[in-house]
């Protein structure tokens, strides 16, 4: 999905030699990861091979939150694959494709953002063509099974038997994975099965045209069932693990699929109309725009690593002043009234050295873009930010909040409530805010205008 935009390379460790083959096909480098006594270990390797603005995606279960927050808080951008609801999240970006996830599920940093739904779903190339062609008729008459890529208790040879004892006349195309350890005996017990075709690691492209040929599928609720969504049909699902329950229910409750179960009792003359309905509800879901959704998360996240922050100090008054007085900033602040530099100057002394401030300067290419500032009473911090003129429009506003964000929670520990205050005419803030997770309350009236409310709970967390 990202390879038109950026260098993708791909660590691993101890991959066979056909998984580093495939994952070459898709990549400009492997990285071969030694072998550490210890994660911790592992991260600082990593981290010797990064650049400041490399974003590292983490995918695989043994990525625990110490091992997130040793990347994220050094600081890299950071961003997580999760299907199991973890809900610690030391991530710039977390992604989850099952569907029914409610952000209030996951404790992440603040100002991360969470790609959550079949709007993210992560399909592979030919599937996101399918997801964007018009739907076709589906063909009943043929079957399509597939129990996982490596299907340890052989699923795929019980349902076989299952399908052909419900389907005795219907064209069965069973698709194996490579891990698949049971494929001598499968291939031995079809040999006295009729209209049954055995398919055995095949590419993504043959998949994707396979699906296309079969209106009824079987498959597991995983990754392969947003394939057989994005290509559309009627599909029965039969889950093999128990990190499956999740999203057996969304689609079924979703009626994007049925359970396997079911199958058994659905007369033949509603299998064609039930999934022409169905194929018509998954197109809904699924659009195939997802690539261009994970451009857009992607883009952001790096624009935003590519500006140094720091502390603002005394000498910044001056940057300070010519941002207060820029006639945009004084058209949307609370009061309107052009600041007078000694009153300026006063304001500033105390706000730098005061330890319930934090007043943070970006940069790029030693150019000053624009500052946040976040003053606290007690456990309110209420959020004040800017942009240089010459940087607006171009996604400045975004990177340098969230940036803040994520900065203010690795100095600032404990729990705390952030509020941002935006006039309701001034869109593009609004949208700031609500892309980084924050919650807008009722609109208040201020000095005869009308200003939105954004708060953003930020709960207490153990360093790990």
């Known amino acids: 999905m990202l390879q038109s935009d950026f260098t993708c390379v791909f660590a691993i460790q101890e991959p066979d030699e056909q998984v580093e083959k495939q994952i070459s096909k898709g990549c400009a480098e492997v990285w071969l990861v030694p072998s550490f006594s210890n994660l911790q270990e592992e991260a600082e390797w990593l981290l010797q091979q990064l650049r400041p603005t490399d974003i590292v995606v983490l995918d695989g279960y043994h990525f625990t939150p110490a091992y997130a927050y040793s990347l994220w808080s050094r600081p890299q951008p950071v961003v997580n694959i999760d299907d199991l609801l973890a809900q610690d999240q030391w991530s710039d970006v977390v992604i989850n494709q099952a569907g029914g996830i409610k952000p209030g599920t996951y404790q992440t940093v603040p100002g991360a953002e969470l790609c959550l739904g079949p709007a993210y779903a992560l399909l592979r190339r030919p599937f996101q063509f399918a997801a964007q062609k018009a739907a076709s008729i589906p063909d009943v008459q043929q079957v399509f099974l597939n129990m996982g890529g490596a299907d340890p208790h052989n699923h795929t040879l019980t349902l076989l038997h299952q399908l052909r004892q419900r389907f005795p006349g219907k064209a069965i195309e069973v698709v194996t994975g490579a891990a698949y350890p049971h494929q001598a005996d499968l291939e031995q017990q079809i040999q006295d099965l009729k209209h049954v075709t055995l398919h055995h690691n095949i590419p993504a492209e043959k998949l994707a045209a396979l699906l296309h040929r079969c209106g009824i599928h079987v498959c597991p609720p995983s990754g392969m069932a947003y394939e057989c969504c994005a290509v559309g049909g009627l599909l029965f699902l039969h889950p093999i693990a128990d990190n499956q329950r999740y999203l057996l229910a969304y689609l079924t409750e979703a009626k994007l699929a049925l359970p396997y179960s079911e199958l058994a009792h659905v007369p033949e003359a509603e299998l064609l109309p039930l999934a022409q309905s169905m194929t018509q509800r998954q197109r809904q879901v699924f659009d195939g725009a997802a690539g261009s959704r994970f451009r857009k998360v992607f883009e952001a996240l790096y624009g935003s690593y590519q500006l140094t922050i720091r502390h603002a100090q005394s000498s910044d008054a001056a940057q300070y002043f010519t941002w207060a007085n820029d006639p945009a900033v ?48 007690e456990s309110v911090g209420t959020i004040d930010y800017s942009v ?61 205008e009308n200003y939105e409310v954004f708060r953003l709970e930020v709960a207490s967390v153990n360093i790990p």
Request: proline fraction near 2%; hydrophobic fraction near 45%; charged fraction near 25%.
């Open 330 to 377: 004084r058209r949307n602040a609370i009061h309107t009234a052009p600041i007078e530099w000694d009153v300026h100057v006063r304001w500033f002394s105390r706000r730098v050295a005061a330890t319930d401030s934090f007043l943070y300067i970006f940069e790029q290419v030693d150019q000053a873009v624009g500052q946040v500032r976040i003053d606290f009473e």
């Open 388 to 448: 240089a003129a010459a940087y607006r429009g171009q996604g400045m506003g975004l990177a340098i909040l969230r940036r803040a964000l994520g900065l203010l929670r690795r100095e600032k520990q404990g729990a705390w409530t952030l509020l941002g205050q935006v006039k309701s005419d001034n869109l593009a803030s609004c949208r700031v805010f609500q892309r980084l997770g924050f919650i807008q309350q009722p609109t208040i009236r201020q000095h005869d």
